[in-house]
């Protein structure tokens, strides 16, 4: 699936081949997934193989990529980038830091999840707008809210809720941008440009976000 629309040209976007779900990675990120199950084992060396591809292609220094205390991968510095995956596809996304200040990528596949998750998911404003759009992925929402997790964690440095912010989605653009809730307790910086956008395929659904500073920079053209 190519994934470019979704980010800028100098974000380097690596889908995980099949052999990257397979080939061990550096002893310390290894030591990171000792004891975990086999699939866990699997989509970890697939995300942390796709984000080496990536970095290696941005002339990144080769290196272990740990975690921080809330899961988030340590970048080399003055690197930014993002890893997901879901049972069957694995996608990491990197950069260097400068015009782009972060990144977030989600995949999910084209189901919609267990009503007792999703009725935590969707503000009011956005199950009204998920209803009027019966044919959108079920899954928009809480994909796009996955992939700006990813990419605010990094900046405002803790985990906030799914209804700390409602979307509002373009669907002729296939984009989305959103709006702190009454209930946000997170200060997003006001200074950083925020863009996301989603690409549909025939079994899975990718959404992507990134930062860059102020004004927009321009994305790869569908
Ligand atoms: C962190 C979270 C987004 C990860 O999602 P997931 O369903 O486990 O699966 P994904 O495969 O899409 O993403 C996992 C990857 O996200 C990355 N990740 C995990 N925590 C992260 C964080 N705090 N910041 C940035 N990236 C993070 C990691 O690379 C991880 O893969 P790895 O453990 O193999 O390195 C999710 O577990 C979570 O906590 N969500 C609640 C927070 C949220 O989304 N709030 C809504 C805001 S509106």
């Given at each position: 699936?190519?994934?470019?629309?979704?980010?800028?040209?100098?974000?380097?976007?690596?889908?995980?081949?099949?052999?990257?779900?397979?080939?061990?990675?550096?002893?310390?990120?290894?030591?990171?997934?000792?004891?975990?199950?086999?699939?866990?084992?699997?989509?970890?060396?697939?995300?942390?193989?796709?984000?080496?591809?990536?970095?290696?292609?941005?002339?990144?220094?080769?290196?272990?990529?740990?975690?921080?205390?809330?899961?988030q991968?340590?970048?080399?510095?003055?690197?930014?980038?993002?890893?997901?995956?879901?049972?069957?596809?694995?996608?990491?996304?990197?950069?260097?830091?400068?015009?782009?200040?972060?990144?977030?990528?989600?995949?999910?596949?084209?189901?919609?999840?267990?009503?007792?998750?999703?009725?935590?998911?969707?503000?009011?404003?956005?199950?009204t707008?998920?209803?009027?759009?019966?044919?959108?992925?079920?899954?928009?929402?809480?994909?796009?809210?996955?992939?700006?997790?990813?990419?605010?964690?990094?900046?405002?440095?803790?985990?906030?809720?799914?209804?700390?912010?409602?979307?509002?989605?373009?669907?002729?653009?296939?984009?989305?941008?959103?709006?702190?809730?009454?209930?946000c307790?997170?200060?997003?910086?006001?200074?950083?440009?925020?863009?996301?956008?989603?690409?549909?395929?025939?079994?899975?659904?990718?959404t992507?976000?990134?930062?860059?500073?102020?004004?927009?920079?321009?994305?790869?053209?569908?």
């Amino acid at each position: 699936m190519d994934l470019s629309p979704l980010f800028p040209s100098n974000a380097v976007i690596v889908n995980a081949t099949d052999e990257m779900w397979e080939t061990p990675v550096h002893t310390e990120e290894e030591r990171l997934i000792q004891g975990s199950i086999k699939k866990r084992q699997r989509q970890f060396r697939a995300g942390r193989n796709a984000a080496h591809a990536a970095l290696e292609q941005l002339d990144a220094p080769d290196g272990p990529l740990l975690r921080g205390e809330d899961r988030q991968p340590i970048w080399p510095r003055g690197y930014v980038g993002s890893i997901s995956h879901c049972d069957d596809s694995c996608v990491a996304v990197c950069a260097v830091e400068g015009e782009i200040i972060s990144l977030g990528i989600d995949v999910e596949p084209l189901k919609p999840l267990k009503p007792k998750i999703a009725r935590y998911i969707d503000t009011e404003d956005e199950k009204t707008f998920m209803q009027r759009h019966q044919d959108l992925p079920r899954r928009l929402i809480f994909s796009a809210k996955e992939s700006l997790y990813k990419c605010y964690y990094p900046l405002v440095g803790r985990f906030f809720g799914f209804q700390s912010v409602t979307l509002d989605v373009d669907i002729s653009r296939q984009r989305f941008q959103f709006r702190p809730t009454a209930a946000c307790k997170i200060d997003f910086p006001h200074h950083l440009k925020f863009h996301g956008g989603y690409l549909i395929a025939e079994e899975h659904l990718y959404t992507g976000c990134f930062l860059t500073p102020g004004t927009p920079v321009a994305v790869q053209s569908r």
